[in-house]
């Protein structure tokens, strides 16, 4: 009788909040590669088209024109490039670009929650499939976007976007084990990736500061662009989104100034605290920011002290975070954090810059060997600094210093 009234057992897939889990994970990837590169793409594609509306209400050209407007904006953000009646476009708009990899991170991150578990081999599977399915879409669209007049590149679509996939679908697939992957690391390695992350982002943000403060001290400028460009309410949305698309570009450009070597909007041209040199400028109203042509105000030099103090705050709160009292260990973190954070900083003002447009204006940014060799002298010897004064302060506390590397009772007897 009890074995009647007994359900019989079944067997079933691990679940997740409380669903079975009967997928694969390396088919969500690819759901979720699908769906990373077509949102965005039809977001951009529909901005395209509102923009060709509001822009003279559809009396020139047609739909498909808008639309490969947008696709093209696309592609540009992945790095595919641009060649249009013989001149090339090369500058990624990073906003654009950086909305693209926070989706693929979501949606990595959803196939990696709503898929069997599965061991590293097939997350890492799952990171390359996400990564080639959110390429071929890239291709896909290069081809059907190709006219004579405007070409992407097709090679430069699908390593763009593949290399984004794989970063941010990646990112998101292993998000979740994110402190176990860390604990695997040594104390040391830990610190360094963090503080130079951290490094970054404060150079970035002091761009950004220098770049609003700029645009405020002479908003009359970027009025009198918007005005001659003849913007309407919904023009000046659609100027508003492209500004938008190339903030982070012109912060990383103002990070590029304050470390000393500045950098260049057109052949021949230089915008640093020293001198600024200018010539003709496009229409656009984020380059209302420029300083005046002329030599540098008396200043400006001392601008280049902001990296040095952000990386010098980035190194001690390294050290803060990841204690110990032993001198070269402190010195390793702040110094490793600044040095790596200094090559962080150098690549993303390489990827702000290119070409945009013909002529002079085929040479945007600021050059790479010097800005690297600025950022790495100046973050590094700024983080360097923190994390020995912040080993000194540990140095002279009671406190036992989780994870140090000597014993706490000859730590005592040396202790400043």
Do not use: K
């Not at 395209?48 to 003279?56: N, S």
């Not at 540009?76 to 990624?92: C, D, F, K, Q």
């Not at 697939?173 to 490094?199: D, H, Q, S, Y």
């Amino acid at each position: 009788m009890t074995s009647l009234l007994t359900p019989p057992s079944r067997t079933t897939a691990p679940t997740a909040a409380g669903r079975p889990l009967a997928r694969p994970l390396w088919l969500s990837a690819a759901f979720a590669g699908a769906v990373a590169a077509g949102s965005v793409l039809l977001a951009c594609m529909a901005v395209g088209l509102a923009g060709w509306f509001a822009a003279d209400a559809g009396g020139h050209g047609d739909t498909r024109d808008a639309i490969r407007i947008g696709a093209d904006a696309w592609l540009v953000a992945h790095g595919s490039g641009l060649t249009l009646a013989g001149a090339t476009i090369s500058v990624v708009p990073l906003g654009l670009t950086a909305l693209c990899g926070y989706v693929a991170l979501r949606l990595g991150g959803w196939a990696r929650a709503t898929s069997a578990d599965e061991d590293g081999a097939a997350v890492a599977l799952a990171a390359v499939v996400l990564a080639g399915v959110y390429g071929v879409v890239a291709v896909v669209t290069a081809v059907l976007a190709t006219l004579p007049t405007a070409q992407p590149g097709l090679v430069q679509s699908f390593a763009g976007a593949f290399l984004l996939a794989l970063v941010g679908g990646g990112a998101g697939l292993v998000r979740g084990e994110a402190g176990v992957l860390a604990g695997r690391l040594p104390e040391t390695a830990v610190a360094v990736l963090r503080g130079a992350a951290g490094i970054a982002v404060a150079v970035l943000a002091a761009g950004a500061v220098l770049v609003t403060v700029a645009l405020v001290l002479d908003i009359g400028t970027g009025a009198n662009v918007l005005s001659r460009l003849h913007a309407d309410g919904p023009g000046s949305a659609l100027y508003t989104l492209v500004v938008a698309a190339f903030a982070p570009n012109a912060a990383l450009m103002g990070g590029a100034y304050l470390l000393g070597p500045g950098f260049a909007v057109g052949t021949g041209t230089v915008v640093s605290p020293s001198v600024v040199a200018l010539g003709p400028l496009p229409a656009f109203p984020l380059l209302a920011a420029l300083p005046s042509p002329g030599p540098g105000a008396a200043w400006a030099p001392a601008l280049i002290g902001v990296p040095v103090l952000a990386a010098l705050l980035a190194g001690a709160l390294t050290v803060r975070r990841h204690p110990t009292r032993d001198w070269g260990s402190g010195a390793l973190r702040g110094l490793g954090a600044g040095v790596l954070g200094g090559v962080l900083v150098a690549v993303l003002v390489h990827l702000a810059g290119g070409a945009a447009g013909p002529g002079r204006m085929a040479d945007v940014g600021a050059p790479f060997p010097d800005i690297l060799t600025a950022a790495v002298v100046t973050l590094g010897g700024g983080s360097l600094l923190g994390g020995v004064l912040m080993t000194w302060r540990l140095r002279r506390t009671t406190d036992v210093v989780p994870g140090d590397e000597q014993d706490p009772a000859t730590e005592d007897t040396i202790r400043l």
